[in-house]
């Protein structure tokens, strides 16, 4: 369950010691990432991507606090976005409209319109629909927009059917006959859009290289029935995020460098440039939720530890069983492991966040640590049970900086005290 390489892991990135730090200086149930290991992260993906022919995009909906949005924007890269609030969040970290790609299956009048104020890079259009009410709004503001069509290529990503999105069946983007009926007459249907580009996202936790070639196939196809003029006008393909980490072993789980030559060679054959956006393959090794234990309790053979984080705080494990390794901070738990289960104090049987995992004995109060919290933790925490929202810090060189404060009870009851 934790062995030497998990300790030294988390001691590289994270440091043991700066860990007990946060957790007795801002209390627990706590969010910390690494400065170093996001921008190792990057580090790795600029070394497989070359520049030259590839944007590198972070999908803000992984994590999408105002400090790690600054940090990523200062190494240069573009987000992806999928509400006004996101926009709102960049805007705020200082990250210019240029950098700025919106995609999402129901954007609202008013999203679309502060897209289009803010002048954003790109609006990943995701149904007819959605083209008619963006042509209408950029005609009233006077103005146009930059479009990529977002492509339901019908692959399967092979992954868990809740992170899955490029199926036939799945609610996001344009079928290759909505795409033939919607440029047939782009050019006076939607006056006021600029067709560059095309995008596909077909799930997150990829691990197979081979999903790809099967999704540039599928673009290929469609760009080859695409009218020649919107063909020839072309300039990028986004293909979405989605690479793999291994909850195991908290590293990358796809061999970028084999995704880059298939996406670099696309590029080539089209001259098009290439995005890609990954979320979770950037932030999730770089964050971790610390936890401290509350109460012990033996169940039919197994201890159940009760901590002070919960589905409320980390709710992968409920909503997909996700399994994210938990380790012992700052030593207190060692010897002989037996099955345990780690729980929150939500009212529900469902919140959990490991099972039937190896553990030494716990005591009371003991700090842990989730890891690979760094994605889709924080953003799809919740006040569910009237539960204050954690605060974040982040580890950088100078050491320890709140990012976030804890919520009040006051930030959550405030506004129904009309
Ligand atoms: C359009 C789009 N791009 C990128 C991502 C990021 O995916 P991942 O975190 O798996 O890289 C998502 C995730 O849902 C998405 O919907």
């Known amino acids: 369950m934790f062995d030497a390489m998990e ?3 988390l001691d590289r990135w994270f440091g043991t010691e700066r860990l007990s730090e946060a957790a007795e200086r801002f209390t627990t149930p706590l969010y910390v990432y690494s400065a170093a290991r996001l921008r190792d992260n990057v580090e790795r993906f600029r070394s497989a991507f070359p520049s030259a022919e590839t944007d590198l995009a972070f999908s803000v909906k992984a994590c999408s606090n105002l400090s790690i949005l600054r940090l990523l924007a200062g190494e240069g890269l573009l987000f992806d976005i999928v509400s006004a609030g996101e926009l709102e969040r960049l805007r705020r970290a200082g990250v210019t409209a240029d950098r700025i790609v919106f995609a999402g299956a129901g954007k609202r009048a008013d999203e679309i319109r502060a897209g289009l104020a803010a002048g954003i890079r790109e609006f990943n259009v995701e149904s007819v629909g959605e083209a008619g009410r963006l042509n209408a709004i950029a005609g009233e503001l006077k103005t146009r927009a ?3 069509l977002r492509f339901n290529p019908d692959v399967d990503a092979r992954t868990h059917t809740y992170i899955s999105t490029g199926r036939g069946e799945d609610k996001f983007g344009v079928t290759t006959a909505e795409i033939k009926g919607l440029t047939s007459n782009w050019e006076a249907e939607f006056a006021n859009l600029d067709l560059h580009g095309l995008h596909v996202h077909v799930g997150s936790q990829i691990r197979e290289v081979a999903v790809w070639p099967e999704v540039v196939a599928v673009v290929e196809g469609l760009i080859d029935v695409l009218p020649s003029a919107l063909a020839d006008g072309l300039k990028s393909v ?5 690479f ?5 072993t908290s590293e990358i789980a796809i061999d970028l460098p084999g995704v880059a030559e298939v996406l670099g060679e696309f590029a080539a054959r089209r001259d098009v440039r290439v995005m890609i956006e990954p979320g979770r393959a950037l932030a999730a090794n770089a964050g971790v939720l610390l936890t401290r234990v509350q109460y012990l309790k033996e169940r039919g053979g197994r ?5 002070d984080a919960a589905m409320t705080e980390l709710i992968r494990p409920a909503l997909y069983g996700a399994k994210h390794r938990i380790v012992p901070v700052g030593g207190g738990a060692s010897g002989e492991t037996i ?3 780690i729980v929150g104090p939500v009212c529900e049987s469902g919140d959990f966040l490991a099972r039937g995992v190896p553990f030494p004995k716990l005591n009371g109060g003991q700090l842990l640590a989730v890891l690979d919290a760094g994605a889709y933790g924080f953003t799809m925490s919740s006040n569910y049970n009237t539960r204050p929202r954690p605060a974040e810090v982040l580890i950088e060189e100078g050491g320890l900086r709140l990012i976030r404060r804890r919520e009040s009870l006051d ?8």
């Open 7 to 9: 300790s030294s892991s």
């Open 146 to 148: 930059a479009v990529a």
């Open 238 to 242: 986004n293909f979405g995020g989605g």
């Open 244 to 248: 793999a980490i291994d909850y195991e």
């Open 303 to 307: 201890q159940v530890a009760i901590v």
């Open 339 to 341: 099955p345990t289960d």
């Open 411 to 418: 930030d959550l009851i405030g506004p129904e005290e009309l």
